[in-house]
């Protein structure tokens, strides 16, 4: 009689379970739970076609058995309701959605906490040193929950992340001179809350460069720091300038050009700085009037070699040239020609050049240094 009796409930628990899961597919309705912050909890609901023709009622209960209250603040889209929006904590929900006198779905005692979306991080603080901040936040008031903050430059394609049980975070690495987007969230742990639950929101995102909270990180990119400009500016004046001393180098024409060789003025006038020790007025009354025998000498042993030199040209010039004069006359007597009458007649394409009692044939090639 008792095992009858336990295979009746069986099949009548059995029954109602598959007319549970009937209802539910052949309804086609899907449900949405999330509870903010142990504060607020909003149930939404997706139906078909159908069922979308009349609006669905609400009825919830927490930590009870039956549904009794209807939904205070339905959400709508087109007119429909999508939604039931109401207080509720870390309690246990029993709801029943209903078209007209009809049931379309039904669930209880469902644990709120599994579908918790804790509050985004308020009152977010950056305290910054040299090369990295620690970042600060109010802890809410429940526990379970992590706190993640994520940090990038400019230069960086994916954020990092930085993870704590409590809100205080210190990020260490960071460069001076770059700009960095920051953003912190809450999340909770699956091992207390499992796997359906939400993140928070994420906190607006600052832009930060060193200790100075910046509008956006666009006009840092586009104007380099002027302390890398500077270095850029030196390096390139600098190449420029070595590539020019050794093109100077290198090239004779230009060294004389732009270094031009100075004589040295002791050689020019000996004594002024021997003797006189640079006074010119000194020196110029001293030699006034005065050659240096050795100039003079110089002088002279100059004029000696260039007259010598000159006068062996002439005479083999005008050898030549009586050549062609001979060859050009040649009935010539020279016996009833004076000296002086030969003298005079010079060849052709030539000139006779004379100095006290020297004289010279002189040509187009020729020249008389005096």
């Known amino acids: 009689m008792g095992s009858v009796l336990w295979a009746y409930v069986t099949v009548i628990l059995l029954g ?13 309705v899907s449900i949405q739970i999330i509870n903010f912050n142990f504060e607020r909890t909003h149930v939404k609901w997706n139906v078909s076609e159908y069922l979308a023709e009349k609006n669905l009622t609400f ?14 603040h339905y959400t709508f889209d087109q007119g429909y309701t999508t939604g039931c929006l109401f207080k509720a904590g870390d309690n246990r929900l029993t709801f029943l959605l209903k078209r007209g006198e009809d049931k379309v779905f039904e669930r209880r005692n469902v644990r709120l906490s599994r579908y918790l979306k804790p509050s985004s991080p308020t009152n977010v603080s950056f305290t910054w040193r040299e090369d990295s ?9 429940i526990s379970g929950l992590t706190y993640e903050i994520q940090h990038k430059s400019i230069f960086d394609q ?47 995102v600052t832009h930060w460069r060193r200790n100075k909270l910046e509008d956006s990180c666009t006009d840092i990119v586009k104007t380099p720091s002027p302390k890398y400009v500077y270095i850029i500016t030196s390096l390139l004046t600098f190449l420029m300038l070595l590539l020019l ?81 001979f060859q050009e006359y040649p009935r010539l007597n020279e016996n009833n ?34």
């Not at 901040?133 to 008031?141: G, H, Q, R, W």
């Open 16 to 28: 109602n379970l598959v007319t549970s899961i009937e209802l539910e597919t052949r309804n086609n």
């Open 59 to 72: 009825f919830y209960e927490l930590d009870k058995a039956s549904p009794s209250q209807q939904c205070p």
């Open 133 to 141: 901040v620690t970042i600060t936040c109010s802890d809410l008031p």
């Open 158 to 204: 994916k954020w990092l992340l930085n993870m704590n049980t409590i809100c205080n975070i210190t990020i260490d690495g960071l460069d001076s001179e770059k700009c960095y987007f920051f953003r912190a969230r809450v999340i909770t742990r699956m091992a207390i809350y499992g796997s359906k639950t939400y993140p928070s929101d994420w906190s607006p």
């Open 245 to 325: 001393l050794l093109f100077l180098r290198k090239s004779a024409r230009v060294k004389k050009l732009f270094i031009p060789v100075v004589p040295d003025p002791k050689y020019a006038f000996p004594g002024l700085f021997d003797c006189h020790r640079g006074n010119f007025q000194e020196w110029i009354q001293d030699t006034e009037n005065v050659t240096s025998p050795a100039k003079v000498e110089h002088l002279e042993r100059e004029c000696v070699v260039e007259e010598g030199f000159i006068e062996q040209l002439a005479k083999k010039e005008a050898k030549d040239d009586e050549g062609k004069a």
């Open 337 to 370: 020609l004076s000296s002086n009458q030969i003298s005079c007649v010079p060849p052709q394409g030539s000139d006779t050049i004379c100095l006290s009692d020297l004289k010279f044939v002189m040509n187009d090639n020729m020249y008389v240094v005096l």
